[in-house]
């Protein structure tokens, strides 16, 4: 709904655009405006048990709009949160992201052949066709992307897929605690990567701890292997919005063109409220963002009717509606405060998180786990409920502190940063450089690294400004039913997000003062046909 709805405008600005500049215009922003749609998509894009296309990121797309000829000048994407996690880990029934599958069809490989694309026991459709990723490399020529990186961004999708078939086994080091060894190195990972095999399993099967080697356990290596992974496609993806927005032509930079200062569109199209069978970090995020534009919309559409009521005297009563202030003070001054504190001790966990949890909970919004009929006790201490304004959610916090802290291997950052491959070496040339100015004098720079949530919310305030600062129109998107079936309106399912949502209640705020206002405007006009006759 919001990315197909999004994509629909975004065509419709860029065909007036291309409209007002004439048929003889060459192909400038208005084209690169849809050309970069299907590529967005297909590396942020993925399936889950109730979308076929979710957007697994949130993207604020500002169009900036010549004040004179009223053309697209120029455009930029700032880009939310994006589910990494998805690349080494999925729930029951779910794909990971599209552009993976693309790659597979199109070297004329089975999908079910990859223990990254099956990790959510999902049936592949048959809708994955060679063509697929044909059309996003057709999305990068337009974007005037450069062939040279084009052939290594592919590689580098193609290496990720390749180390994720690495499993590891256990050994017995004599003096030492159980060490590990990478069972099945592939010539494919470190060609795609561009570097030696060797090289590659000692970033997953040891670390450096005061210059000294320390063997991982097999667990310890997977955790390597999942956390390099999620960092190199995340920086991947920076990229791909990077070259985005150079063919945008984002001018930001440039003298006296100041973001506040242009004329823009802005078009924000971000992640709907998540509540599945299991609910993490990545989900109470998602819910937070929820929760916050949801309190934007309630100030703008009922505070404002309000006091246009007011200054008209017209005698109104308040209407009801569910006020969210006290769920997103709770997530910001409990859950996710107590998340950055327990991140910032050494010894940190989620049981001592949850525990934290249960002490300041209040029942109403924030409360512990208790079990249920269904799942009995089994996460009792491991999780907490949230009464979001679209209903409860349970989430699990097996893994909370580690995601948060979002620590990426030394050893495995080292190892990219010096590949042979130019692309996955520069995704990498910063991290390296950081590491090697010392751990001490980074920490005298800053103390701690800004955790995962702090800094979305850091985020998601500064996207919140810029809404507020704009007029704002809102465009609901209704599921019909769960099932994912076309033409099957479910009144119950249909109604619950309108009444959960607000807009009922927006309805009715507007419709109470429309009869006085119509009957104003209808004296007005009464009065002024009298006066000219």
Partial sequence: GKTETVKIMLGYIAKRSHRAKGTSASPGVDDALIAANPLLEAFANATTVRNGNSSRFGKFVRVFVDRLSGTVASATVDHYLLEKTRCVSLNEGERNFHVFYQLVADS???ADDRRLLNLGNRV???????????????????????????????????GILAVGEAHFESVEIPGQDAGSRMANVTSDASKCLGVASDDLAEAFVARRVAGVRVPNSSKQAEDARDGLLKALYARLFDK???LVNSALGDDSSKPNMGK?????????????????????????????????????????????????YTQEDIPVPPTAYVDN????????????????EECALRRGSDQQFVAKLDRVSDGDVLAPYRGTARTGGELVGRAFIISHFAGKVTYTTDGFVAKNRDALPDAGASTLAASSNPLVASLFATSVAVERKGARAARRGNRRRECVAKAFGKSLKELTRTVESTRPQFVRCVKPNEVK?????????????LYTSGVVQAVTATRDGDVVLIAGAETWRTRSRLRAA
Wanted: proline share 3%; net charge negative.
């Fill in 260 to 308: 506040d200062e242009r004329l823009f569109v802005g078009l924000l199209d971000i992640f709907g409220f998540e509540s599945f069978a299991s609910n993490s970090l990545e989900q109470l995020l998602i819910n937070y963002a929820n929760e916050r534009l949801q309190a934007h919309f309630n100030n703008f559409v009922f505070e404002t009717e309000a006091k246009l």
């Fill in 240 to 242: 791909i919005v990077a």
């Fill in 108 to 110: 004329h490989l089975r």
């Fill in 485 to 497: 079936e076309p033409h099957n309106f479910v009144d119950n399912v249909m109604m619950r997000q």
């Fill in 325 to 340: 202030a006290g769920v997103v003070a709770s997530l910001e001054d409990g859950v996710l405060r107590l998340l950055d």
């Fill in 124 to 158: 592949h459709p048959p809708r994955d066709q060679p063509d697929d990723y044909q059309e996003t490399l057709r999305s990068m020529r337009a974007l005037s992307v450069d062939e040279d990186v084009i052939k290594d961004i592919s590689s580098t999708l193609k």
